[in-house]
């Protein structure tokens, strides 16, 4: 019998799934005082900052952080910190999101569903995700049993779809889906569901989404447990 966390569990457990994969891609920062933050700026699309609990300190976080150097931003797990009187605003927010481990598996998709296994197929899935040239953003050593680049190939074997997984615990956290112009967003999401299901059966699939992304997701059996908000220092 498969025995699901509560939706306050699910919720730490993906900030904490969130913030070892920042951690991972970026290869900076430390876990303290209820949050892991870098000291050092961190690659575009990379918080320097994930609070892991409601009661974590903004004064702590931002003496750990530079935030003097432009691009500092904090990812607030559980949209309960207020930034603006030190400099910053609201960049956006999301729902995470978490489809249980008994949700009815994914039915088949166009594409043909792989998991990247070399440094060589890493550039190709990074540039088919950026749709430029890779820039090395993710390295080789995210190439170890407990990350999965996936992507979808179409019969030239072009890459039209993908997505990253990583399993922390009891969870998989999914991020980085994308789908090439012209590929429904739904085929994303639903070859990317059956490969983290196929690699890692019965665990829960945590991540966080908004917009027309949360929709998707949604169709695809994801629900919000809870808000989040990214900061960003202003000017």
Known sequence: MIISPNSEELLHMAARNNAEWCAAVTREGAFASGAWVSARRTPPYYPDAVTLTRTASAAALLAAMDTD?????VKDSFAALDLGQAGFGVLFEAQWIHRAADTPAAPATALRWARVDTAEE????ETAWDGEESTGLFHPGLLAPEFAFLSGHDAAGRILAGAAAHRTGR???????FSAPGTPPDEAWRGAVSAI?????GLPVVGYESGEDLDTATRHGFAPIGPLRVWLREG
């Not at 890493?122 to 899935?125: R, T």
């Not at 969870?171 to 889906?177: A, E, K, P, R």
């Not at 299901?197 to 059966?201: D, F, G, I, K």
Request: net charge neutral; proline share 10%.
């Open 69 to 73: 150097a432009p691009g500092c931003s």
């Open 171 to 177: 969870v998989v956290g999914i991020s980085n889906v």
């Open 197 to 201: 299901a196929a690699l890692w059966p």
């Open 122 to 125: 890493l550039v190709a899935w």
